[in-house]
């Protein structure tokens, strides 16, 4: 399994950004699907996570502000970003588990700054 993240960049608070993250092999519409991200220093945590039926969690942080999304005839996945703050700075990081073992993106950056 190969995970692909992009979209990170330099925005504004108060501003959008929207990852995608494309994976490779036949299994992503069957899998449970998590955006994390890390501040360095500190631990990588969950920001929100979508079932292969659809249905998602937030972590309290991002709640009412991040939609998680995915494509399955695209293998893609989304976290659709707004109302962005300084806090959320950070590398975003899209991952699937998959036979027990847990696949990582190589990570975008996300910069929220003025």
């Known amino acids: 399994v190969q995970l692909q993240a992009s979209g990170g960049g330099l925005v504004q608070p108060g501003g959008s950004l929207r990852l995608s993250c494309a994976a490779s092999?036949?299994?992503?519409?069957?899998?449970?699907m998590t955006w994390y991200r890390q501040v360095p220093g500190k631990e990588r945590d969950v920001v929100a996570a979508?079932?292969?039926?659809?249905?998602?969690m937030y972590a309290d942080s991002v709640k009412g502000r991040v939609t998680i999304s995915r494509d399955n005839a695209k293998n893609t996945l989304y976290l659709q970003m707004n109302s962005l703050k300084p806090e959320d700075t950070a590398v975003y990081y899209c991952?699937?588990?998959?036979?027990?073992?847990?696949?990582w993106g190589q990570g975008t950056l996300v910069t929220v700054s003025s």
């Open positions: 092999g036949t299994i992503f519409s069957t899998k449970t």
């Open positions: 991952s699937i588990l998959v036979g027990g073992y847990r696949y």
């Open positions: 979508i079932t292969s039926g659809g249905n998602t």
